[in-house]
């Protein structure tokens, strides 16, 4: 599959689309309540991380582009998931097609991954979507978070009510 050559890499990461060898890993990730206390509060179960992650791996076969699997390239140790992705929200005001997320692993805050990750996926989706808007929505609480999408050259555009909970919205152009 054409997608799977995707390959993006920085000084200390790589970056690359989900593979079913993941789930491991990915899983234990989404388990981890500081990860999720700002997504859902809830740890996901295995369940629900295989969903994810076949969901994700679907994403990148239907769109060409989807959530990518981060890792440490000196160690190989996973820092996260991050990317653009279509999830097809019910929100208003909408967001996507380019929606940006990330999610690190607890031993990775703070060390500057997330900036990297996310300005090196941009700097990829731009040759492919100049000129078009990219979305992310972050809790107002998250303060890290959205700091790290100020530094990737998203700019605050409002406020969203998403299933039950406050979201800020912010939005850039690729």
Do not use: K, Q, T
């Given at each position: 599959m054409l997608y799977m050559m995707t390959l993006i890499e920085t000084a200390r990461l790589a970056l690359r689309p989900p593979q079913l060898s993941d789930f491991e890993e990915t899983s234990v990730l989404w388990a981890d309540p500081e990860v999720v206390r700002f997504i859902s509060g809830k740890p996901s179960t295995r369940e629900e991380s295989w969903a994810r992650l076949h969901r994700n791996i679907g994403l990148w076969t239907a769109h060409g582009y989807g959530p990518l699997i981060v890792r440490e390239k000196a160690t190989g140790r996973l820092v996260g998931e991050l990317g653009l992705a279509n999830f097809g929200r019910?929100?208003?005001?909408?967001?996507?097609?380019?929606e940006a997320g990330w999610v690190l692993a607890t031993w990775a805050h703070g060390k500057g991954f997330a900036t990297e990750a996310v300005t090196a996926c941009l700097d990829w989706a731009r040759d492919r979507f100049a000129g078009q808007r990219a979305t992310c929505i972050i809790d107002p609480d998250n303060a890290a978070s959205i700091r790290v999408a100020e530094r990737c050259g998203f700019r605050p555009c409002?406020?969203?009510d998403y299933k039950g909970s406050s979201v800020a919205?912010?939005?850039r152009t690729l």
């Open positions: 019910e929100i208003d005001p909408p967001v996507g097609p380019l409002g406020h969203a919205m912010f939005e």
